[in-house]
């Protein structure tokens, strides 16, 4: 007769454990599982991608049920463990069923810690740790427009990205003086803060909450803080850490500390008691990160299957983690705390790059790296053998940007630090029978999150298949879960069907709502399809394309007028000073783009301000043609071979007002000096004797890329023809979102000159791209016209927590 194990909690460290036993001996327990949650395991990594829409809570689900059956679970899912009676050997559930064990491992994970804030109750205030928390906060998204994240490590970091991937205004506060403390420096926060701004989320730093306000109904209103500082808020989601969830193993009589005490073999003070995850404390130590976890399981389960000989001796102190799609690794003593301590460093932070290793006594004893984590493994080795690097400092970082060929990688090199899954691990799956790498994920778990690992995983399979492997071409992804369809399939369905607009595309091919982040993307693509001739749902856009400004962290917008190749005239910056002085504009600044920004106006204002001006859009709000930078070419400098000027207002004038995938940038330079960057734009055009070069495809923001080389032409006419034609390839074919760059190095320079200069392609995409620019016209125009009555109204200012006296 099979011995009864049961496991309290259906997390991923009481299921990681569960799928090792079955592994080792899949035919000695007869195992039930209770959990909280009324629902299969699933990945709470991917809690960020639920929130943000890119997917659903059935993608996330890590064992279905099927799972369950076909092993012989008994899951008992929504009805947690309320008793373990360790006398009688059994534990008793909410529902009051009661299940006897021989074993019992105990996985009750954490729960969020909320601190002591007034007003927390309120209604529209959330924890942020499971599904149901997340379609709560989704629920309430749709009825707000500003959020607060309080608290800006990993947790509280996605939650608030994610928000802001739905179109809300997002405030991340934090009580310390930068971000992710338990995994960053002072420096490497300050990257990634600059990240989050980038992205157009606030970071409030050195803020406590000190109350929650709310109105009268109860909801939240808007978050003052002990600074003195108070900001409006519809949403507001608390993510301050967790604390284990060891109360019940503490009501059963197990030891507990601040966790639940267990030794090397995961075994609590009553042997016959396992507990692994995030509940546990080992050797006065608590772990909240996967790879940690994972090892707990793997001990778990083989002191469960009777083998002793794997002991859990605790984790070297190793994150590895991307945050909003910032890589990241931390590891060791990377606060450099202690005497004797000193730092090797590398900074670039205009390149989001940061590196630092800790040393002391001649011995890697931490590091943090930030956006190049090339060097981690090799780090990791040195700081797990305690090598003297006194004769090697100087190349500690600069060597590592080689990254390691796998074959060189020990067996316990972490590669999926989501799952915490090591090299030996893939490499035994590979050797088993997998062959691929979804067959390695199905397998280990590998690249099952964020899927940065892959390329590592691919390697090993060609490294231990050798030329049996062949790597899969990559199959297209759907547009959207709400919308199942490839972008090809997409916009054929869309013609076919003769659909015009968002919500037709969502009634006829999609779940008939969609979600933030699909539905300005299937804008895009309606009026594309359509050459402007569309129904026009202004709903379904950005809050920047519904007022043709960009909003920024106070609630003010920023007014960006279109300036031809960055010419100017002594009437228009006069009128552009008036503005400024006239509606009390803080900041006025001179773009990268060669153009004047007027910031912090207020929304009201945009159509009065616009008609001041009397300049049209710059559409430096939109995924759009933004700007043509121009030097002064061969009229003034005396290196120049070629008109730059007139070439850079022709070429704006030509493409102004088109939306793209993403934004597009353009540059023209008057000779291969190239002084305002043409090779690193989106499109660049250089001068060169009896010519011009096109180039398509340059980087540089987050990515630097020069562009390719399209094609080398006499006249000005062809450039701008050639660069029409290369723009409305990348408009049709690219996916929304996607850079230029991306687009390049996704479908290949060759396929794009195939397109451009085919006899029959080629004069297509031009004449596609001249019927869309004919259909645009200057969105401020709509000051004359509000698309509705209320598309400039101002913003109603509530100051938290006054009085009705007071704000009357």
């Known amino acids: 007769m099979k011995e009864s194990l049961v496991v309290i909690g259906n997390g991923m460290a009481g299921i990681a454990a569960v799928e090792e036993l079955l592994r080792r001996d899949a035919g000695r327990y007869a195992v039930t599982v209770f959990g909280a949650e009324p629902r299969p395991n699933y990945n709470r990594i991917l809690l960020s991608d639920v929130l943000a829409g890119k997917s659903t809570p059935e993608q996330i689900v890590l064992n279905s049920a099927a799972w369950y059956e076909a092993n012989k679970i008994i899951l008992h899912a929504g009805d947690p463990v309320v008793e373990i009676d360790r006398s009688e050997h059994q534990v008793v559930a909410e529902s009051g069923r009661s299940v006897r064990y021989d074993r019992l491992l105990i996985a009750t994970g954490s729960v969020p810690f909320i601190p002591p804030i007034p007003g927390a109750d309120r209604e529209g205030v959330f924890a942020y740790r499971t599904l149901d928390d997340v379609e709560r906060i989704k629920e309430r998204a749709t009825r707000s427009a500003r959020a607060v994240v309080i608290g800006g490590g990993l947790l509280g970091l996605e939650a608030a990205r994610a928000l802001a991937q739905i179109g809300l205004e997002v405030k991340v506060a934090h009580l310390v003086g930068h971000l992710m403390e338990m995994q960053c420096d002072p420096a490497a926060g300050e990257i990634v803060r600059r990240a989050f701004e980038r992205m157009g989320i606030g970071v409030l730093l050195s803020h406590a909450a000190d109350e929650i306000v709310g109105r009268e109904d109860g909801s939240v209103e808007g978050i003052r803080f002990s600074n003195g500082d108070a900001y409006e808020a519809d949403l507001v989601v608390i993510s301050t850490g967790i604390r284990p969830n060891a109360a019940l193993a503490r009501e059963a009589g197990l030891a507990a500390h601040r966790g639940i005490v267990v030794n090397d073999y995961m075994e609590t003070t009553d042997s016959d008691v396992l507990a692994v995850g995030e509940c546990v404390e080992h050797r006065g130590r608590m772990y909240g990160l996967v790879a940690p976890i994972m090892e707990q399981a793997r001990t778990a389960a083989a002191v469960l299957g009777g083998d002793r000989s794997v002991p859990y001796k605790g984790s070297m102190t190793s994150a590895k983690l991307k945050v909003a799609g910032i890589d990241l690794v931390s590891m060791g003593n990377f606060m450099s705390d202690g005497a004797g301590c000193e730092d090797v460093v590398f900074s670039d932070p205009g390149a989001g790059l940061y590196q630092k290793v800790v040393l002391q006594g001649g011995r890697v004893v931490g590091a943090v790296l930030v956006g190049d984590i090339r060097s981690a493994e090799k780090l990791k080795a040195l700081l797990r053998s305690g090598e003297d690097v006194t004769l090697a400092r100087a190349t500690l970082l600069r060597d590592g940007n080689a990254p390691p060929a796998v074959a060189d990688l020990p067996d316990d090199a972490l590669v999926c630090g989501c799952m915490g899954i090591a090299k030996g691990t893939i490499v035994d799956a590979i050797e088993s029978g997998c062959t691929s790498r979804e067959a390695v994920a199905e397998k280990t778990r590998a690249c099952t999150s964020c899927k940065s690992c892959g390329p590592t995983i691919d390697q090993l399979l060609q490294n231990v298949l050798g030329g049996e492997y062949v790597k899969a071409a990559p199959s297209e992804k ?22 015009r607009s968002v919500s037709q595309v969502l009634e006829t091919l999609g779940n008939g709502v969609g979600c933030p982040v699909c539905r300005p993307g299937l804008a895009y693509v ?13 709903q379904h856009r950005f809050i920047n394309d519904r007022v043709h400004a960009t909003i920024d962290k106070r609630g003010t917008f920023s007014v960006v007028p279109r300036m031809y190749a960055g010419l100017t005239t002594p009437e228009e910056l006069r009128r552009i000073a008036d503005a400024a002085d ?42 759009a043609i933004r700007t043509c930078k121009a030097c002064v070419g061969s009229e003034f400098c005396k290196f120049g071979v070629a008109d730059s000027i007139s070439a850079g207002i022709a070429m704006e004038k030509a493409f102004e007002g088109l939306y793209t995938p993403h934004k597009v940038k353009m540059a023209v330079s008057g000779c291969p000096r190239n002084c305002v960057e043409a090779t690193v734009k989106d499109i660049g055009l250089v001068g060169i004797m009896g010519g011009w070069e096109i180039y398509v495809g340059g980087a540089a923001g987050m990515s630097v890329r020069k562009g390719d080389l399209l094609a080398t032409v006499s006249t000005r006419e062809e450039a701008v023809e050639l660069a029409g034609r290369y723009l409305q390839f990348y408009r049709e074919e690219a996916n929304y979102m996607e850079r230029t760059y991306g687009f390049n190095e996704r479908v290949g320079i060759e396929k794009i000159k195939v397109a451009v200069f085919d006899p029959a392609s080629g004069p297509a995409l031009s004449a596609r791209c001249r019927q869309s620019k004919a259909a645009v016209g200057d969105p401020w125009l709509e000051r004359d016209a509000p698309v509705h009555s209320r598309q400039f109204e101002a913003l109603e200012p509530v100051m938290a927590g006054a009085s009705e006296e007071e704000q009357e």
């Open 526 to 538: 309606v009026a594309e399809v359509w050459r402007n001739e569309h129904v026009e749902e202004r």
């Open 478 to 499: 759907p547009f959207c879960a709400c919308v199942p369809l490839a972008k090809e399939v997409l916009r054929a369905e869309i013609m076919v069907r003769n659909l």
């Open 582 to 623: 006239k509606y009390k504009v803080p900041l006025v600044k001179l773009t990268g783009g060669a153009r004047i920004d007027l910031l912090g106006v207020e929304k009201a204002d945009l159509p009065r301000i616009w008609a001041d001006l009397g300049m049209p859009s710059g559409h430096a709000y939109a995924k």
